[in-house]
């Protein structure tokens, strides 16, 4: 769960990633990790394209006082991109349920790509998500501006290639009449020195941390008292230096 607010701090939503992967057979029959000791799903292993899967989910984030589904997308075309057009957003339309698009970035970015292969891929997917879902009534803004949250902006940056894929998002989402909130998945690892000009800030409105299991270095599940001592150590030396350079920690 990530808590989105504005960037004034005047508003707090909770919100939770989503994952319309599942259709039926789900998500290709790869398994889960919770199958291997047992654990099915609520619902069993259910077709998210069912719009009463997609109202129980709902029902359920409303319980949990959870305002906003990031949702997992894997490009034009995919099973996400299908099930959210034909059943997510259908379902959801007329609630007060908001969404916003989690940018799977290795779909148009290979996780070892140095240059950026084919750039008109990720204009093309920024169209798209501008025509398909930015105009939906339910999309979350900040701001007044919609919400982009970006998968992996710290191996973009690692990679080199970083600065290149947020302009060319910006870009492409200018020319459609947007100026997106973009939230990156970057605090990862150690944080910069408090004083580091640390330039990815500069090109991000918002960083969180998605992958709270990978960034605690331990394998499958964590103690409550290492993930508590990590947000309290390496997390808030990220959110201080993004604050020194007043870039919200989310």
Known sequence: MSCLCSAQQTVVK??????????????????????TIGHQPKLGEYNDRNPEVIKQHMSWSQEANIQVWITSWWGVGSLSDI????????????????????????????????????????IDSINHICDNFVQHPNYYH?????????????RLERNGIFAEVILLMRTAAAKKGYNFFIVGDHTFGNAPRMNEQYSAFD????????????????????????????YQQKQLQWKQAATNQNCPFI
């Open 83 to 122: 099930t959210m057009q034909s059943t997510v957003l259908p379902t959801i339309k007329g609630s007060t349920l908001e969404f916003a698009i989690l940018y799977e970035t290795l779909k148009f970015v290979g996780k070892d790509d140095v240059v950026v292969k084919k750039p008109q891929n990720i």
């Open 142 to 154: 900040i701001d007044g501006r919609p919400v982009l949250v970006v998968y992996l902006t710290r």
């Open 14 to 35: 909770p919100a939770a990633y989503y994952y319309p992967w599942h259709s039926n057979n789900f998500h290709n029959n790869e398994g889960y990790l919770r199958e």
């Open 203 to 230: 090109y991000l409105d918002a960083v969180t941390n998605y992958d709270v299991y990978g960034s605690l270095g331990q394998f499958m599940y964590s103690s409550p008292d290492a993930l508590a001592n990590h």
